[in-house]
């Protein structure tokens, strides 16, 4: 029996500090930033924020380098990914974070 399983994922959110804008050897494009999207808990009227980071490559990275500022409003859509390494002292560390494939600017003034 075949299992069905999928990795999208799909966040409007606000976008935080630029992380970084740079160019892979020839010519390849990645932008890293993050994006955080506002929560209330059920007995405040505090707003809260979950932030999340994100990379997006080629195209679409230099499209959000160009026109992506903090407190832009986007919806980013891409998968899941886990990276894990080993740091100098030899502790096991990971990271999670969203490799967009597609962002669509909601609006270009941060709110």
């Known amino acids: 029996m075949r299992t069905f399983c999928t990795n999208t994922i799909i966040i409007t959110g606000h976008v935080g500090e630029k992380i970084e804008s740079k160019t892979i050897g020839d010519d390849v494009k990645v932008y890293i930033s993050s994006i955080g999207l ?3 808990k059920k ?3 505090e707003t809260n924020w979950e932030s999340f980071q994100f990379e997006t490559w080629r195209g679409v990275a230099e499209q959000c ?3 992506l500022t903090k407190g832009s409003k986007v919806l980013i859509e ?4 886990n ?3 080993t740091d100098s002292d030899g502790n096991t560390q990971y990271k ?3 490799r967009a494939e597609r962002a ?3 609006n270009l003034k941060a709110e």
């Open 78 to 81: 891409g998968a899941l990914r």
């Open 65 to 67: 380098a160009d026109k």
């Open 43 to 45: 007995d405040s009227e």
């Open 96 to 98: 999670t974070y969203i």
């Open 104 to 106: 669509e600017f909601i």
């Open 38 to 40: 506002p929560y209330s």
């Open 83 to 85: 990276d894990r390494w």
